[in-house]
T-cell receptor, first 110, second 115 residues
Framework: RKEVEQDPGPFNVPEGATVAFNCTYS??????FFWYRQDCRKEPKLLMS???SGNEDGRFTAQLNRASQYISLLIRDSKLSDSATYLCVVVGGGNTPLVFGKGTRLSVIA | EPEVTQTPSHQVTQMGQEVILRCVPISNHLYFYWYRQILGQKVEFLVS????????KSEIFDDQFSVERPDGSNFTLKIRSTKLEDSAMYFC?????????????FGSGTRLTVV
């Protein structure tokens, strides 16, 4: 079983749409969770951390369900500039490295 | 905003040659990492480095790979005898101290092409 699984997409949505990405992870001992954004042939950039209580940053909302080992990202009012690959990232804790999912590609269309 | 700087941005090398990928982490960061991403694949961990030694490495990081922090600012990844399958984007990353501080900053990467 893959450590971090994501729907690869692509998700093609019109501007203004709401889109949701899902991610599952296999290591129940994982302690920290993140969504990164990666533009084509660029480095990953931290979009937001994910907390058990859920957290929101503008149009972006992240949720974590530890019991189901499931993480989600909701993007409201999609913009053309949101087009990118969204990476689900999990960390075991301490100094263990980031574990990346393969990413979900989003294309927002005018 | 502080940056992690990687050079070169693109390197083409012949199979069997040695390559050195260079990184300058953010100056007050203490933890350093190399990750790689084969085209179309996920970002994969190679090695972490702290206090002038390797703290963890993946199974990808075999004897062909080595890391060094020769002068307190540069952080290098050496591949001793490159193979075709080493072609990938190599990302350096650094973060500040603290086991629960995951404020990683990634460099813009070096695209390695082995021919």
């Amino acid at each position: 079983r893959k450590e971090v699984e994501q729907d690869p997409g692509p998700f093609n949505v019109p501007e203004g749409a709401t889109v949701a990405f899902n991610c599952t992870y296999s290591n129940s001992a994982s302690q920290s969770f993140f969504w990164y954004r990666q533009d084509c042939r660029k480095e990953p950039k931290l979009l937001m951390s994910v907390y058990s209580s859920g957290n929101e940053d503008g149009r972006f909302t992240a949720q974590l369900n530890r019991a189901s080992q499931y993480i989600s990202l909701l993007i409201r009012d999609s913009k053309l500039s949101d087009s990118a690959t969204y990476l689900c990232v999990v960390v075991g804790g301490g100094n263990t490295p980031l574990v990346f999912g393969k990413g979900t590609r989003l294309s927002v269309i005018a | 905003e502080p940056e992690v700087t990687q050079t070169p941005s693109h390197q083409v090398t012949q199979m069997g040659q040695e390559v050195i990928l260079r990184c300058v982490p953010i100056s007050n960061h203490l933890y350093f990492y190399w990750y790689r991403q084969i085209l179309g694949q996920k970002v994969e961990f190679l090695v972490s480095f702290y206090n002038n030694e390797i703290s963890e490495k993946s199974e990808i990081f075999d004897d062909q790979f080595s890391v060094e922090r020769p002068d307190g600012s540069n952080f290098t990844l050496k591949i001793r005898s490159t193979k075709l399958e080493d072609s990938a984007m190599y990302f350096c990353a650094s973060r500040r101290d603290g086991p629960n501080n995951y404020g990683y900053t990634f460099g813009s990467g070096t695209r390695l092409t082995v021919v």
